[in-house]
T-cell receptor, first 115, second 112 residues
């Protein structure tokens, strides 16, 4: 069965420092991986995806993610954090072979960026 | 271009009652999925509608049902509400040929 794990409930980082939010996955077949961000009392906003190709994927708001097949990881990164990046981040994997198949989410990581 | 819109934004219901939540997908999208997000948890897949039929279903009881209309909009119905049904209900739309789903702002359901 497909699954994702986000091992950190919360990540704290100072503004201007690089940030990493971790995600590992378990899938049969090729993984289709996603990152979403959720601000308080809001829905999920799509940040980026890995389908195939380059292992470093660039997304919205300066975020990027590195796909590592040998470590089954898809960590979210940003070179310089902003206070406005503080939010809840979810990693997700597509649950089947169709491109509209359900998403399976991790439990989320709360990112807190301190001024 | 309007994104995914959901209504209402907030709702309070009593145990045993029934509720209907609504979703209009992003323009051009033909597939609607519903997710339940309990407090402190990641979203859990409820079901997906395509061409007015339920195509996939997650591990939710039959009290949860849905519908998709010819204009691709969708409803989620929950019967015999339980306190544990209190959650944020998210609608996501997508289309064939696209890999990412776009989410609405959600409906916060509180069962008392």
């Amino acid at each position: 069965a497909q699954s994702v794990a986000q091992p950190e409930d919360q990540v704290n980082v100072a503004e201007g420092n690089p940030l990493t939010v971790k995600c590992t996955y378990s899938v049969s077949g090729n993984p289709y991986l996603f990152w979403y961000v959720q601000y308080p009392n809001r829905g999920l906003q799509f940040l980026l995806k890995y389908i195939t190709g380059d292992n470093l994927v660039k997304g919205s708001y300066g975020f990027e993610a590195e796909f590592n097949k040998s470590q089954t990881s898809f960590h979210l990164k940003k070179p310089s954090a902003l206070v406005s990046d503080s939010a809840l981040y979810f990693c997700a994997v597509r649950g089947g072979s169709y491109n509209t198949d359900k998403l399976i989410f991790g439990t989320g990581t709360r990112l807190q960026v301190f001024p | 271009d309007a994104g995914v819109t959901q209504s209402p934004t907030h709702l309070i219901k009593t145990r045993g009652q029934q509720v209907t939540l609504r979703c209009s997908p992003k323009s051009g999208h033909d597939t609607v999925s519903w997710y339940q997000q309990a407090l402190g948890q990641g979203p859990q897949f409820i079901f997906q509608y395509y061409e007015e039929e339920e195509r996939q279903r997650g591990n939710f009881p039959d009290r949860f049902s849905g519908h998709q209309f010819p204009n691709y909009s969708s409803e989620l119905n929950v019967n015999a509400l339980l306190l544990g049904d209190s959650a944020l209900y998210l609608c996501a739309s997508s289309q064939q040929g696209l890999t990412e789903a776009f989410f609405g702002q959600g409906t916060r359901l509180t069962v008392v």
